[in-house]
């Protein structure tokens, strides 16, 4: 299981729906499907909420951005969809090791893993990272299950 963790607020999310739409479709969609191995789970700050979108569960999930906004807002508000998950409090947001986009040591794990993008800081102190720190929030999470899928399929991967 690969689990994209995006710690954020409604304010960020109100301020930014688009680039909260394009980490959900890059961490749960896949072009001939939805991936049954990876979570997206948004950990809402100041409301201190967790909403886990189960790639295995999910329904209804487009690749549009208008649409994952949409999916967003009702996960968000009402948590009443197939797939997700809505939970109170922070605790177990981390699964197996936890990387970040960049950090001194770096590494390529197998799954399970949880990949953390923090859009507002909550602290979390990755195991190792990946030094992709530079790209968008979205571009690391293609980055990160392009490297995991060619992991798993043991290809050899150049960094």
Not at 16 to 38: C, T
Not at 59 to 72: Q, V
Not at 106 to 112: F, R
Request: aromatic share 6%.
């Amino acid at each position: 299981m690969r689990r994209f963790l995006v710690t954020t607020s409604t304010s960020k999310f109100q301020a930014e729906p688009h680039l909260h739409a394009k980490i959900l479709v890059a961490a749960l969609l896949v072009s001939n499907g939805v991936r049954k191995d990876a979570e997206a789970v948004f950990y809402l700050r100041d409301v201190d909420k967790v909403v886990k979108i189960v790639g295995e569960r999910v329904k209804r999930l487009f690749p549009d951005e208008e649409s994952a906004i949409g999916f967003l807002k009702k996960a968000f508000s009402q948590g009443r969809q197939e797939g997700v998950v809505v939970k109170k409090g922070s605790r177990d947001l981390t699964a197996g090791v936890v990387v970040g986009p960049s950090q001194v040591t770096s590494c390529l794990p197998k799954p399970p893993y949880t990949y953390v993008i923090e859009l507002e800081a909550a602290g979390i102190k990755p195991d190792c990272g990946l030094n992709i720190g530079a790209l968008p929030p979205h571009h690391q999470v293609v980055v990160v299950n392009i490297t995991t899928d060619r992991l798993l399929r043991g290809m050899q991967i150049v960094i």
